[in-house]
């Protein structure tokens, strides 16, 4: 479901609580939740598609090579596992190499997937993350989503 207007959501991304690579295969950034508090507050919690660009922390380069990417990620508590501060938590659909971190991330969210989950097990969670994506890549081939790939907040300096 599109949005009516992309929501841009930029910031750092902090340590998460250690599940998403290790224990889910799934390695989402966290976002530093203090920067995107209030953009956040303002919209509904749940699972969401769109566009990221990203800096990659490296001692080589450092900067934002005017790439987008898909992205899915969750907005909110994350019901399975009882959080109890809010998490921003997009999971960029691109191989970037293993232990890859990102040091800041920019965020063209353009549609609206479903509302957070329980689950009865961290497989079904699993399961319906990579579902999650799937759809995410399929929707933004649609123009409605495609036209905002190369958003200019994207590569903002
Ligand atoms: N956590 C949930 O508890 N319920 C969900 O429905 C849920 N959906 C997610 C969908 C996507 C696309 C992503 C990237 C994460 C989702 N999570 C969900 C968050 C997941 O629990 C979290 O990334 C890991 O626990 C690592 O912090
Ligand atoms: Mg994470």
Redesign the pocket.
């Given at each position: 479901m599109p949005l009516d207007e992309p929501w841009l959501i930029g910031g750092d991304v902090v340590k998460?609580?250690g599940?998403?690579s290790k224990e889910?295969g799934?390695p989402?950034a966290?976002v530093d939740i203090h920067q995107v508090e209030k953009v956040v507050a303002e919209g509904v919690t749940g699972?969401y598609a769109g566009w990221a660009s990203v800096k990659v922390r490296s001692k080589i380069s450092n900067k934002n090579d005017n790439v987008s990417y898909p992205m899915?990620?969750?907005i909110g508590w994350?019901?399975?596992?009882k959080n109890n501060e809010k998490?921003c938590?997009?999971?960029v659909l691109h191989d970037f190499g293993d232990g890859t971190m990102f040091e800041s991330i920019r965020l063209v969210v353009v549609g609206y997937i479903r509302p957070?989950?329980?689950?009865v097990s961290l497989e079904k969670?699993v399961e319906?993350?990579h579902r999650?994506?799937e759809v995410t890549k399929e929707a933004l081939l649609d123009e409605r989503y495609a036209q905002h790939r190369n958003h200019p907040f994207l590569f903002a300096p």
């Open positions: 998460g609580f599940r998403g889910l799934i989402t966290n699972i899915c990620m969750s994350n019901p399975l596992f998490t938590e997009p999971w957070e989950a329980d689950f969670l319906r993350i999650d994506a």
